[in-house]
């Protein structure tokens, strides 16, 4: 399951403000973007294959400075964030662009999985 994150609980997700260790995945879109909106679907089933990790969007149309804050730029965007210890710094990694981006999802299934692996 995709749960859609508010401002705040993105901010104690980033900043490991958790009651237990956790790995998240957290897709940032817009309404506005298509390969977003295609990238769903996807994102949805790869939810549903991994009981152990949390998986998560946010929109950046509800808060637009969180690309600077965050220092990403452009959507979509994904984030793997794993919280070792509660109330610790998490380690946060960003999902690189491909070097030949998927023309209908921006990014590949597989090169999305690959990612979780590594950051799991």
């Known amino acids: 399951m995709v749960e859609r994150l508010s401002l705040s609980a993105l901010k104690?997700?980033?900043?490991?403000?958790?009651?237990?260790?956790?790995?998240?995945?957290?897709?940032?879109?817009?309404n506005s973007c298509d390969y977003c909106h295609n990238l769903h679907e996807y994102?949805?089933?790869?939810?549903?294959?991994?009981?152990?990790?949390?998986?998560?969007?946010?929109?950046?149309?509800?808060?637009?400075?969180?690309?600077?804050?965050l220092r990403f730029n452009g959507v979509p965007t994904i984030f793997a964030v794993r919280i070792q210890k509660p109330h610790k710094k998490p380690k946060i990694r960003?999902?690189?662009?491909?070097?030949?981006?998927?023309?209908?999802t921006w990014y590949y299934i597989n090169g999305i999985k690959s990612f979780i692996e590594k950051e799991k």
Do not use: M, W
């Open 43 to 69: 994102y949805k089933d790869l939810a549903l294959s991994y009981d152990d990790i949390n998986f998560y969007a946010f929109n950046v149309d509800d808060h637009p400075s969180i690309e600077q804050e």
């Open 94 to 104: 960003i999902l690189e662009d491909p070097e030949r981006p998927n023309k209908h």
């Open 12 to 30: 104690k997700i980033i900043a490991g403000q958790t009651t237990q260790p956790a790995t998240c995945i957290i897709k940032f879109y817009s």
